[in-house]
């Protein structure tokens, strides 16, 4: 049967009789040397070479990696992305970088901006809306209800998220008498705002459910301020650590571009 043979793991004693040959590269290093700066394995560091996080790292005759400076700054840049960014963006901007599309990589990182931004955005409505249910400000007026395409729209999520919602008590639409479809009332909307947020800081729909019942209520807005307290507070600690990122990510390309001059 065929199958994909990984390289010996690199043992101490096979990789530095490789390297003590080679005196001019006096700043070689093993994957585990990589590893053990940031608490991750071996095998996590060639995975990130493999798939394209790291740049292509030389291999020596018995086919060992072999890991520079180079590579150092790069699974830093790396490491400091995927706190700001995500696994999924952070891998983006890697392999975009890697490749030499800087373009590319900006382009990822602008979309990470820009929705951190929504998030101060939407965070700051859902705080204004927490302020109407206390009593601090006049309820906004000339709202209109709006459908479930128009809703989800406004949202970016897709209608089957907003039925699924529904289901679990989150949201509770009234129902058009003629044609029997569903429609948000401002209030349903406010509703829906706030559990928009909520669920992308990670909440689950139990959670929500039972916040916005306490805000139905009325009087509950107290547990939806602390969840809005914590959610602001981790969106502050997003925001520096894409300033982290993009620190450690200028120094990974200014390092790279040293190299090919």
């Given amino acids: 049967m065929n199958r994909i043979v990984e390289p010996a793991i690199e043992t101490y004693e096979q990789w530095s009789a490789v390297t003590t040959q080679k005196p001019s590269n006096p700043g070689v290093r093993r994957p585990v040397d990589l590893a053990r700066a940031h608490g991750l394995s071996a095998q996590a560091v ?19 990696r072999r ?10 840049a790396y490491l400091a992305l995927i706190t700001g960014h995500g696994y999924a963006a952070g891998g983006e901007i890697m392999r975009a970088v890697n490749r030499g599309d800087i373009d590319t990589a900006l382009r990822a990182i602008d979309q990470s901006h820009a929705l951190l931004q929504r998030d101060r955005e939407t965070l700051d409505a859902v ?12 309820q906004p007026q000339g ?24 289901r679990a008590g989150v949201l509770r639409p ?22 928009h947020l909520l669920r992308r800081g990670g909440y689950r729909l139990d959670h929500i459910a039972g916040v916005l019942r306490r805000v139905r209520d009325a009087g509950g807005a107290e547990p939806l301020a602390a969840s809005l307290r914590q959610w602001r507070q981790r969106l502050t600690e997003r925001g520096l650590a894409m300033l982290t990122g993009a620190a450690q990510l200028a120094e990974y390309v200014d390092a790279a571009k040293r190299l090919a001059a």
């Fill in 174 to 195: 009234t129902r058009d008498p003629v044609t029997h479809y569903r429609i948000y009332l401002p209030d349903d909307v406010r509703d829906a705002e706030l559990a």
């Fill in 143 to 166: 709202r209109k209800a709006v459908s479930v395409s128009v809703l989800a729209h406004r949202l970016g999520v897709q209608p089957a998220t907003l039925r699924k919602w529904e």
């Fill in 127 to 138: 705080e204004a809306a927490v302020a109407t249910l206390a009593g601090t400000q006049p």
């Fill in 46 to 64: 060639r995975n990130y070479e493999r798939d394209g996080v790291l740049p292509p790292a030389q291999r020596t005759p018995n086919g060992y």
């Fill in 67 to 76: 890991f520079t400076e180079l590579h150092v700054k790069a699974l830093s």
